[in-house]
Nanobody, 116 residues
Framework: EVQLVESGGGLVQPGGSLRLSCVAS????????MSWVRQAPGKGSEWVSG???????NYADSAKGRFTIARDNAKNTVYLQMNSLKPEDTAVYYC??????????WGKGTLVTVSS
């Protein structure tokens, strides 16, 4: 059974921080590129950040300088450290796994709400 389980979302004030985690199971985590994708209320999906199986990272312009993606292959886990959060970061954050053959797995998401 393939599973991606996100956690770490919640309510945070503008300027605050959250650390999201995604724990994978049921597939060979180490050969998959991992990404975080978010969907704000009433909007389409937005790719936020990715980390390849070899550790190379990329960020959307909206995330660069504030967010950091990392992975721990020994724990089958990918993280998204989010600092200096803004109200426009409010969204459901989804974890995605993808291999070279474009086989995709998705988590169910974790809600991040940035509000005073």
């Amino acid at each position: 059974e393939v599973q991606l389980v996100e956690s770490g979302g919640g309510l945070v004030q503008p300027g605050g921080s959250l650390r999201l985690s995604c724990v994978a199971s049921g597939f060979t985590f180490g050969i998959y590129d991992m990404s975080w994708v978010r969907q704000a209320p009433g909007k389409g999906s937005e790719w936020v950040s990715g980390i390849t199986f070899s550790g190379s990272t990329n960020y959307a312009d909206s995330a660069k300088g504030r967010f950091t993606i990392a992975r721990d292959n020994a724990k089958n886990t990918v993280y998204l450290q989010m600092n200096s959060l803004k109200p426009e970061d409010t969204a459901v954050y989804y974890c995605n796994a993808r291999n070279m053959r474009s086989l995709d797995y998705w988590g169910k998401g974790t809600l991040v709400t940035v509000s005073s």
